[in-house]
């Protein structure tokens, strides 16, 4: 993580010298022989990193890097946020800066003597760098190869403690891969296998490589581990010894002088016209492959190439021809981790009732991950199994644990393979995770917008910060180090998840460095006092000294024993945290905001979502740098104009759900005029239509990517398409009437028409579907609701590419609803609610091809099942609300024709509102 650090800082200096030059005076020439220095450093800093483990002197050495690296940075911080402010003109102005020069002689020698200090630091840490880097053999390419082969050597073995057991759960994916190696096509196929660190890839591939009717197939054989330094030479001079070996001939003596050209060149000679199979074992990167797929000759021979990676991109990017094929691994169910588990853990595979609770709980840390079911089950073999205080030690204490016990240990090498290979801010962005409390699933759209926050995210030319920092995630992903928890039906990602073991893993690792603490309960003394972030998982109110504080980045508190209220919050923040720059509250019972919080000039993301927060006072104002403003489902009614100078704000959410007292109608907030001179905003939830010139205004906010817009009247239509056809960046759009009687008047002209919208939700009455929503090319979400249309509006929609999910509540008064053939290709969910005239819906014949989800509620006239709904394939999900009485008896009776059609339907509900709550029955 020093490398991270330093890496950071580097950047921040960089931007600092560029912008503050004009205010540095003497102090620029300090602070470009920080970055020089630090800047040497930073070249053997990966290799010390994956050293210093060893060796005491070495790991002190990199944390004072690391220690003195953060200091920097605050102190750069703190110049900014002393000298950065810019006075008003006139009598006033000057005035505010005679008395700022005052203080300000006195803060620029604190802050030179700061830097001083910290120079002082660095020559030190430098000679003990140029000793270092001839003691231990560190080098700016670093012998960071030899350790990877190490760290390979352990990932070999626990390949091996994987295949000493029957795994559980491999004769169905064994069955599958045989049945792609064997299927008869003629040319070179390749199979790719491709699954996080310790799911048994090797050990399935193995066993597929190893099948009777596998082996005979081929005339050659090879298995080549290609590791994470790939050197082409000696993997060809590996695959060349087997093929000789297996020809029993000893290898052509000319072969041990080629180059890397004749080497391929001589092995695609000798396989010409032979029938191989060939596995290349855990594939880091798709360069690898490119250098020595052309040794492998497209021939009608039906050869094979098998390959393991744990890397998603390079098992797709090996596989670019129609009959290759990649196969992810799954992790194991419950019962088959249980199986694994108690078959390494037990010798008579059954586990003694006293320790069920804890093995289970165990087991859970480990989520279906074999190596880990493996590793674990082999420490607690040699345990007593009549000492369950032993067994409890490793299940609440499992990353520490791993420290210094041969099979779990392991397990960590093999985990920190994958992230030692990671680039610095994406170690940044990794350990950060760990500020999340176990089993939580992560909301993407949240954890995007703190990693912005914080900083991880490097800027782009010509891209947003969120593309950008999409794009970190899916790298994670793509290197198998996070999970996707959940993804909505256009396919993006909703929720992610780190497996509980890495989670354990990168904590450590995260408090090791000072960098992530989770406070568990109100006892804040243990913390240290130069944490940079902590995670709250149980607020509990006490009176201990809040100083340790100061150096703190972001504060996020998951949960309350004690409710937070201002008081309190006043003191969690009188250590003076004058660098915060993210703070998550959400969930506290707040009335109002503390004055605290104002005087956080780096504040850059602010949580109150769900807090009882009232109003918002003028002093938002002083939140220079705040980017990120949640006040959903407050009571913050209208903003003040002090929310004009935040002209870094990115999103502004100040909306509340749940106020019924008009149908339909999400309560939004009174904006100040003059609201589009923030025009770096790109989410603006839910602003009130209440004039013209606040709809005009939304024109101006040319960045916008979502935008939901309340209290609409009909004589605001006209401007609003005006200033949507200048948002071309517009991705989602809320619209919602002054009440449900009011028409929406859309049938404006919008141009040019916002390519990128992808959600559009219209709440209020409809004459006609606007003419332009055809044109939505990149639509994947519709919402009409309280439309009252009386033609049917599929005729506007059948032609969309990409939409997935249509939702009609009170949309439509109509008797029948068609889907075409040919219309709606990619749609996934339906959902017809209170169409109380509605009695048919009717689909042409393969129409409605991929719908997985039905939903009808409140269409009382609808007494047959909408259309043969046996032959959609792919409905998962039927689900009938309040539906009329004659249909339901029809689907409850099982002899009946209407039962007959959905019986094969996995799920099937059927509801009622009885009593103020959900009568449900599942079929």
Same mark, same amino acid.
Request: aromatic share 8%.
């Given at each position: 993580?020093?490398?991270?650090?330093?890496?950071?800082?580097?950047?921040?200096?960089?931007?600092?010298?560029?912008?503050?030059?004009?205010?540095?005076?003497?102090?620029?020439?300090?602070?470009?022989?920080?970055?020089?220095?630090?800047?040497?450093?930073?070249?053997?800093?990966?290799?010390?990193?994956?050293?210093?483990?060893?060796?005491?002197?070495?790991?002190?050495?990199?944390?004072?890097?690391?220690?003195?690296?953060?200091?920097?940075?605050?102190?750069?911080?703190?110049?900014?946020?002393?000298?950065?402010?810019?006075?008003?003109?006139?009598?006033?102005?000057?005035?505010?800066?005679?008395?700022?020069?005052?203080?300000?002689?006195?803060?620029?020698?604190?802050?030179?003597?700061?830097?001083?200090?910290? $120079?002082?630091?660095?020559?030190?840490?430098?000679?003990?760098?140029?000793?270092?880097?001839? =003691?231990?053999?560190?080098?700016?390419?670093?012998?960071?190869?030899?350790?990877?082969?190490?760290?390979?050597?352990?990932?070999?073995?626990?390949?091996?403690?994987?295949?000493?057991?029957?795994?559980?759960?491999?004769?169905?994916?064994?069955?599958?891969?045989?049945?792609?190696?064997?299927?008869?096509?003629?040319?070179?196929?390749?199979?790719?296998?491709?699954?996080?660190?310790?799911?048994?890839?090797?050990?399935?591939?193995?066993?597929?490589?190893?099948?009777?009717?596998?082996?005979?197939?081929?005339?050659?054989?090879?298995?080549?581990?290609?590791?994470?330094?790939?050197?082409?030479?000696?993997?060809?001079?590996?695959?060349?010894?087997?093929?000789?070996?297996?020809?029993?001939?000893?290898?052509?003596?000319?072969? @041990?002088?080629?180059?890397?050209?004749?080497?391929?060149?001589?092995?695609?000679?000798?396989?010409?016209?032979?029938?191989?199979?060939?596995?290349?074992?855990?594939?880091?990167?798709?360069?690898?492959?490119?250098?020595?797929?052309?040794?492998?000759?497209?021939?009608? *021979?039906?050869?094979?190439?098998?390959?393991?990676?744990?890397?998603?991109?390079?098992?797709?990017?090996?596989?670019?021809?129609?009959?290759?094929?990649?196969?992810?691994?799954?992790?194991?169910?419950?019962?088959?981790?249980?199986?694994?588990?108690? *078959?390494?853990?037990?010798?008579?595979?059954?586990?003694?009732?006293?320790?069920?609770?804890?093995?289970?709980?165990?087991?859970?840390?480990?989520?279906?991950?074999?190596?880990?079911?493996?590793?674990?089950?082999?420490?607690?073999?040699?345990?007593?199994?009549?000492?369950?205080?032993?067994?409890?030690?490793?299940?609440?204490?499992?990353?520490?644990?791993?420290?210094?016990?041969?099979?779990?240990?392991?397990?960590?090498?093999?985990?920190?393979?994958?992230?030692?290979?990671?680039?610095?801010?994406?170690?940044?962005? #990794?350990?950060?995770?760990?500020?999340?409390?176990?089993?939580?699933?992560?909301?993407?759209?949240?954890?995007?917008?703190?990693?912005?926050?914080?900083?991880?995210?490097?800027?782009?030319?010509?891209?947003?910060?969120?593309?950008?920092?999409?794009?970190?995630?899916?790298?994670?992903?793509?290197?198998?180090?996070?999970?996707?928890?959940?993804?909505?039906?256009?396919?993006?990602?909703?929720?992610?998840?780190?497996?509980?073991?890495?989670?354990?893993?990168? #904590?450590? $690792?995260?408090?090791?460095?000072?960098?992530?603490?989770?406070?568990?309960?109100?006892?804040?003394?243990?913390?240290?006092?130069?944490?940079?972030?902590?995670?709250?998982?149980?607020?509990?109110?006490?009176?201990?000294?809040?100083?340790?504080?100061?150096?703190?980045?972001?504060?996020?508190?998951?949960?309350?024993?004690?409710?937070?209220?201002?008081?309190?919050? *006043?003191?969690?923040?009188?250590?003076?945290?004058?660098?915060?720059?993210?703070?998550?509250?959400?969930?506290?019972?707040?009335?109002?905001?503390?004055? @605290?919080?104002?005087?956080?000039?780096?504040?850059?993301?602010?949580?109150?979502?769900?807090?009882?927060?009232?109003?918002?006072?003028?002093?938002?104002?002083?939140?220079?740098?705040? !980017?990120?403003?949640?006040?959903?489902?407050?009571?913050?009614?209208?903003?003040? %104009?002090?929310?004009?100078?935040?002209?870094?704000?990115?999103?502004?959410?100040?909306?509340?759900?749940?106020?019924?007292?008009?149908?339909? %109608?999400?309560?939004?907030?009174?904006?100040?005029?003059?609201?589009?001179?923030?025009?770096?905003?790109?989410?603006?939830?839910? %602003?009130?239509?209440?004039?013209?010139?606040?709809?005009?205004?939304?024109?101006?906010?040319?960045?916008?990517?979502?935008?939901?817009?309340?209290?609409?009247?009909?004589?605001?239509?006209?401007?609003?398409?005006?200033?949507?056809?200048?948002?071309?960046?517009?991705?989602?759009?809320?619209?919602?009437?002054?009440?449900?009687?009011?028409?929406?008047?859309?049938?404006?002209? &919008?141009?040019?028409?916002?390519?990128?919208?992808?959600?559009?939700?219209?709440?209020?009455?409809?004459?006609?579907?606007?003419?332009?929503?055809?044109?939505?090319?990149?639509?994947?979400?519709?919402?009409?609701?309280?439309?009252?249309?009386?033609?049917?509006?599929? !005729?506007?929609?059948? =032609?969309?590419?990409?939409?997935?999910?249509? &939702?009609?509540?009170?949309?439509?008064?109509?008797?029948?609803?068609?889907?075409?053939?040919?219309?709606?290709?990619? #749609?996934?969910?339906?959902?017809?609610?209170?169409?109380?005239?509605?009695?048919?819906?009717?689909?042409?014949?393969?129409?409605?091809?991929?719908?997985?989800?039905? %939903?009808?509620?409140?269409? $009382?006239?609808?007494?047959?099942?909408?259309?043969?709904?046996?032959?959609?394939?792919?409905?998962?999900?039927?689900?009938?609300?309040?539906?009329?009485?004659?249909?339901?008896?029809?689907?409850?009776?099982?002899?009946?024709?209407?039962?007959?059609?959905?019986?094969?339907?996995?799920?099937?509900?059927?509801?009622?509102?009885?009593?103020?709550?959900?009568?449900?029955?599942?079929?």
């Amino acid at each position: 993580m020093a490398e991270s650090a330093v890496s950071f800082l580097l950047q921040q200096i960089s931007t600092f010298l560029l912008t503050q030059s004009t205010r540095l005076g003497g102090l620029e020439r300090e602070i470009q022989f920080l970055k020089d220095e630090l800047g040497s450093m930073r070249a053997v800093l990966k290799d010390a990193e994956l050293k210093k483990d060893d060796d005491s002197e070495l790991k002190k050495w990199v944390g004072q890097v690391r220690d003195v690296a953060c200091d920097t940075q605050d102190v750069l911080d703190e110049f900014i946020m002393r000298f950065a402010h810019h006075h008003p003109d006139g009598f006033y102005g000057r005035v505010c800066n005679f008395y700022s020069s005052i203080k300000n002689i006195r803060a620029r020698n604190r802050i030179y003597s700061k830097i001083e200090s910290i $120079k002082c630091r660095v020559k030190d840490i430098s000679e003990r760098h140029n000793r270092y880097r001839s =003691d231990y053999d560190l080098s700016e390419k670093g012998s960071y190869a030899a350790d990877v082969e190490d760290a390979v050597s352990h990932l070999r073995g626990n390949a091996l403690l994987l295949e000493e057991d029957e795994l559980v759960g491999i004769e169905n994916p064994k069955s599958k891969l045989i049945s792609q190696i064997l299927d008869g096509s003629s040319n070179l196929k390749v199979v790719s296998v491709v699954g996080m660190w310790g799911m048994g890839k090797t050990t399935l591939v193995k066993r597929v490589y190893e099948a009777v009717n596998v082996k005979r197939q081929f005339q050659l054989h090879a298995w080549v581990t290609i590791s994470q330094t790939f050197h082409m030479k000696p993997v060809l001079k590996d695959l060349i010894q087997q093929f000789y070996d297996e020809i029993k001939q000893p290898v052509p003596q000319q072969v @041990e002088s080629m180059d890397g050209d004749k080497l391929r060149a001589f092995v695609k000679d000798f396989l010409k016209e032979k029938r191989y199979i060939i596995v290349l074992d855990d594939l880091w990167k798709l360069d690898s492959w490119e250098a020595i797929k052309s040794a492998f000759p497209e021939t009608n *021979s039906q050869s094979r190439i098998l390959l393991t990676t744990r890397i998603v991109d390079t098992a797709f990017g090996c596989c670019t021809k129609s009959n290759d094929y990649v196969h992810k691994m799954q992790f194991l169910s419950d019962e088959e981790s249980w199986t694994l588990f108690c *078959s390494k853990t037990f010798e008579d595979d059954c586990c003694p009732p006293h320790l069920v609770d804890v093995s289970r709980g165990i087991l859970h840390k480990c989520k279906g991950l074999p190596l880990a079911i493996v590793s674990i089950g082999g420490v607690l073999a040699s345990k007593d199994k009549s000492k369950v205080v032993e067994w409890e030690m490793i299940l609440h204490n499992l990353g520490g644990d791993m420290e210094g016990i041969g099979k779990l240990e392991s397990v960590k090498k093999v985990l920190l393979l994958s992230y030692n290979d990671l680039p610095w801010f994406l170690k940044s962005c #990794l350990l950060y995770l760990s500020i999340y409390p176990e089993d939580r699933k992560i909301n993407v759209e949240m954890l995007i917008r703190i990693w912005i926050a914080e900083g991880f995210i490097l800027e782009r030319e010509g891209r947003m910060m969120e593309e950008v920092a999409r794009g970190y995630l899916n790298e994670l992903i793509n290197r198998s180090l996070i999970q996707v928890a959940e993804l909505n039906l256009a396919g993006s990602i909703k929720y992610c998840n780190i497996h509980d073991i890495l989670q354990e893993i990168i #904590l450590t $690792k995260a408090r090791e460095q000072n960098l992530v603490m989770l406070a568990t309960s109100g006892d804040y003394t243990r913390l240290p006092d130069n944490i940079r972030h902590i995670a709250i998982l149980e607020f509990v109110e006490n009176h201990h000294d809040y100083n340790r504080f100061k150096h703190l980045r972001s504060l996020l508190i998951f949960g309350y024993r004690n409710q937070l209220n201002e008081s309190s919050l *006043s003191k969690l923040l009188s250590g003076r945290p004058k660098l915060l720059n993210v703070l998550n509250l959400r969930g506290a019972k707040l009335k109002s905001i503390p004055k @605290e919080v104002f005087k956080l000039f780096y504040l850059k993301y602010l949580n109150l979502q769900d807090t009882g927060v009232e109003f918002i006072s003028q002093c938002v104002g002083n939140l220079q740098n705040l !980017e990120y403003l949640n006040l959903a489902n407050t009571y913050v009614m209208e903003l003040p %104009i002090g929310i004009l100078k935040l002209r870094k704000l990115r999103e502004l959410s100040v909306f509340h759900e749940g106020d019924y007292s008009k149908n339909y %109608i999400v309560r939004g907030f009174k904006a100040p005029r003059e609201i589009g001179r923030l025009l770096s905003l790109e989410v603006l939830r839910s %602003i009130d239509a209440d004039n013209d010139e606040t709809v005009r205004e939304i024109g101006k906010l040319t960045q916008l990517r979502e935008l939901s817009i309340t209290e609409l009247r009909r004589e605001d239509g006209k401007e609003l398409c005006s200033s949507l056809g200048k948002l071309t960046n517009l991705c989602e759009l809320f619209v919602y009437s002054i009440n449900e009687d009011e028409i929406l008047d859309l049938q404006h002209p &919008i141009s040019p028409i916002p390519r990128a919208l992808q959600l559009l939700s219209l709440t209020g009455q409809l004459e006609k579907v606007p003419q332009w929503l055809s044109s939505l090319q990149s639509l994947t979400i519709i919402g009409l609701l309280g439309s009252g249309l009386r033609e049917d509006p599929l !005729e506007s929609l059948q =032609d969309l590419p990409n939409l997935v999910e249509i &939702i009609f509540n009170k949309a439509y008064e109509g008797e029948q609803l068609c889907f075409k053939a040919g219309g709606f290709q990619k #749609l996934k969910k339906l959902d017809l609610t209170r169409l109380q005239q509605l009695k048919w819906v009717r689909v042409e014949k393969d129409g409605l091809p991929c719908l997985q989800y039905l %939903i009808m509620a409140d269409c $009382k006239q609808v007494n047959e099942l909408p259309w043969d709904i046996q032959n959609t394939n792919k409905l998962q999900h039927l689900g009938f609300y309040n539906m009329g009485d004659e249909l339901v008896m029809k689907l409850q009776d099982k002899g009946s024709e209407e039962y007959q059609k959905i019986v094969k339907i996995p799920e099937i509900v059927i509801a009622n509102w009885i009593d103020g709550q959900w009568d449900t029955h599942f079929l």
